[in-house]
């Protein structure tokens, strides 16, 4: 992360100016759509970076796109990055603003490695066992990792589960080596 206490400066501001204006929530959608927007569009991306890009452009082209898209305090705010010369960090920005929602908000995101793919039904479960550990409402991020041959590792912040066959089979293997 480029400047990291420019990023946390611009995202804590952000925040508290959508829970002043009881906005936060269509914010934090708003921060969802443009996050999805820079993955779907990296020229979008690119040319907002570019140093060579005039800022009256970049301005044009935020209105065109957002205005009347998202909220007027989330317009408003990228405007702010263009006009600050700190759009290059927008990424970085809108990142570090879900992370503090979430945070503030009760929500942790937990990144669940399986050998095979989850049902809705077992994703759901884990989700409700997750938050009971936590305290908090769980979003899961599920991806398949074959080396883990079966079972699943869950990562919730520093705090990992792991109940992966590979990792019994090691324990098991550690327990009979020394036996």
Known sequence: MKAPEVVQRYASTMLEAAFESSSQEAVRTDI??????????????????????????KEQVVRQLFGGRVQELT?????LLVQRRRVLLVREILEACARMFDERTGIVEAEVRSAVALSPEQEERLRQQLAGYTGKIVK?????????????VARIGDTVFDGSLTTQLQRLH???AGA
Not at 140 to 152: E, K
């Open 75 to 79: 317009t408003n705010f990228l405007l």
């Open 32 to 57: 969802d759509g443009l996050l999805a927007t820079l993955d779907a569009a990296g020229e979008l991306e690119s040319f907002m970076v570019d140093r060579m890009v005039p800022s009256p452009a």
């Open 174 to 176: 550690r327990r009979l």
């Open 140 to 152: 899961l991020r599920t991806s398949v990792d074959a080396r883990i041959r079966g079972g699943m």
